[in-house]
């Protein structure tokens, strides 16, 4: 018996021992393999034992010598075996070889991502101090404050620049590191965390340092604010004197020119005054709005309580407007005043001038213009004087009374006395001169008075005679023609009346020429009516009687030709006084056709 036969038993488990642990280390490899590509993200220090744990698996992957002495066993210990055997032992070493080499393009793979991997985790250790470095600066830059006075501001705007300085002194670092991340991005097999890591320093590095810039703009405004905030509580104290001040100043002024300046100078210092102190108030307040961001609540109770104290005091604005609306009245009442005095003054020239002129050239007036001119002065005088009284009542509540009254204000009192005096005496004088001609001014009336009635009646008269007589067809017609007739004629007796009593007025006048004129002409209008009245009278009463004489002849021949049946018809019924009536008939017929055509 060879060796290999009297050692077959010994062999052959060592021979199963060495399959076995070949087969364990490829089963070791690919779970070293199913961890490196899990999906879990390890710390450095994890990923590195798995680093460690494959690359020591896989340090002699090809396992040439294991798997050559495998098969040279096998091949001695199955010599003398049966076939069956010997193929199923072949099998079970094919399956484990053929594993090992399928086994061998996945670590190699493995091989390269964990080389991939491990600088991923790196770049992620290299970031951490970094990314620690920015939370704490986002930190610093978030976390609340309180600053209750401008040191604290100082103290903190101290930090946040010394954080910005930080931040800049590590922004080559940070950005060549989120470079670095970029490029490893750039492979295809990158792991997913390494894109978040790259994300996380660069949104983070921009976020930090907006917030940063954000916190310090926030505490240079908090810090302008508590400064403008003191110094516009004292200047607007300032501001409220000076405005006192100033009300204190406002004086009445008389004389209009220094008036009216006065008033300007006035209005422009409140105007002033008033936009100064409603800007530092906007201010103050608006300095409080910063500092309410940050102060804590007991500060912001105490300037709450100052501001109100503050705003109290704008009042004075109200008194300042008030008290130079008052003066704006007073100016406005002057210069009112003062035009009209001189409106009156510069009438008074032109009035007297046209009371003169009435005197000068009476004698080429005609009375009746010398009276509608003097009337109308004196309702000029009149309208002048209510004006005058309204002045007189202006003047004792615009101007001082009493003893001692300024030199300004005295001279509007001469004034209007001036010009009321001489008013008053241009009245009397008016009436005076209006006096002389009171008759005229009667007799005038009554006269224009009837003219004014006689004149529209006999436009329509004329009118009525222009357009004729209508031609009546019967005796009702012909009658109610008549009463017309008869009515047209004796409205004219009656408006003759009228104009006989307006000119029997005018010739009391002293003068009438201008009434007899028109009066004249009246009279020619009033023949030509009367004229054709007096024809129509006429003839319409002729038309009158023939018809009533043609009626009556009809009717009797009516009669005689009814009793011609009759026995007393045969007894009185004469031929020739028949042809007689008719004959009578038709020539009164062509009398009353004719009559009715000349109407």
């Not at 604005?317 to 510069?346: Q, Y």
Request: charged residues 35%.
């Amino acid at each position: 018996m060879s060796f290999w036969q009297e050692n077959y038993q010994f062999i052959k488990e060592v021979y199963e021992m060495r399959h076995s642990k070949m087969a364990e280390w490829m089963e070791n490899v690919e779970k070293a393999i199913a961890r490196i590509m899990a999906d879990k993200v390890y710390t450095s220090a994890e990923f590195k034992r798995e680093r460690d744990t494959f690359n020591s698996l896989c340090k002699d992957l090809e396992r040439t010598e294991v798997k050559k002495w495998l098969a040279q066993i096998l091949e001695i210990l199955m010599a003398e075996r049966a076939k069956d055997q010997k193929k199923t032992e072949g099998d079970k070493l094919d399956a484990l070889i053929q594993k090992h080499e399928e086994l061998i393009p996945s670590v190699q793979k493995t091989a390269v991502m964990v080389d991939l991997y491990w600088k991923c985790y790196a770049y992620g250790d290299e970031l951490k101090p970094h990314v620690e470095f920015l939370d704490g600066i986002m930190l610093s830059s978030t976390r609340e404050i309180a600053p209750s006075c401008i040191e604290n501001v100082d103290e903190l705007i101290e930090r946040q620049e010394k954080s910005l300085q930080q931040l800049d002194a590590k922004r080559t670092v940070v950005v060549d590191l989120i470079d670095k991340g970029k490029v490893i991005l750039q492979h295809p097999e990158k792991p997913k965390f390494l894109e978040a890591n790259v994300k996380r320093i660069e949104e983070g590095w921009d976020d930090t340092k907006k917030k940063a810039q954000d916190r310090l703009k926030l505490l240079n405004e908090t810090k302008d604010a508590f400064i403008g905030y003191a110094e516009h509580n004292e200047t607007i104290a300032n501001e409220f004197d000076i405005a006192e001040e100033e009300i204190k100043k406002v004086k009445k002024h008389f004389n209009l020119e220094a008036a009216v300046a006065d008033l300007k100078k006035r209005q422009d210092l409140y105007n002033k005054s008033n936009d100064t102190i409603n800007g530092l108030f906007d201010s103050i307040n608006a300095n409080y709005n910063c500092m309410a961001i940050t102060i804590p609540e007991d500060k912001k109770k105490i300037l709450t309580k100052e501001i109100k104290a503050v705003e109290a005091k704008l009042e004075v604005n109200g008194r300042f407007k008030d008290t130079v609306a008052k003066i704006e009245v007073l100016v406005g009442s002057l210069t009112n005043f003062d035009k009209n005095l001189r409106t009156i003054d510069s009438w008074m020239q032109s009035a007297t001038a046209e009371l003169n002129d009435i005197k000068e050239a009476s004698g080429a007036m005609l009375p009746e213009d010398r009276v509608a001119r003097t009337m109308d002065l004196q309702e000029d005088i009149a309208a002048k004087i209510e004006i005058l009284k309204s002045d007189a009542a202006t003047e004792l509540e615009l101007l001082p009374q009493g003893d001692k009254v300024p030199a300004d204000a005295q001279a509007f009192k001469d004034e209007l006395a001036r010009i009321t005096k001489y008013v008053t005496d241009l009245a009397e004088k008016t009436r005076i001169e209006c006096d002389k001609y009171s008759n005229d001014v009667k007799f005038w009336a009554e006269y224009r008075t009837g003219i004014k009635e006689f004149n529209p009646w006999l436009a329509g008269a004329e009118k009525a005679a222009a357009e004729g007589l209508s031609k009546p067809a019967d005796l009702a017609e012909v009658k109610a023609l008549n009463e017309k007739v008869g009515a047209f004629d004796k409205n004219c007796v009656n408006y003759m009346k009228v104009l006989t009593a307006a000119d029997a007025a005018a010739q009391k006048m002293t003068t009438h020429t201008e009434a007899d004129n028109e009066v004249a002409a009246l009279k020619t209008r009033y023949e030509t009516v009367k004229k054709v009245a007096n024809g129509w009278v006429a003839k319409v009463d002729t038309l009158v009687k023939e018809w009533v004489l043609l009626d009556n002849t009809v009717t009797e021949l009516n009669s005689w030709v009814a009793k011609d049946k009759s026995s007393e018809g045969e007894n009185q019924f004469s031929l020739e006084k028949m042809e007689s009536t008719l004959g009578e008939l038709k020539n009164i017929f062509k009398q009353k056709e004719k009559l009715v055509e000349g109407l």
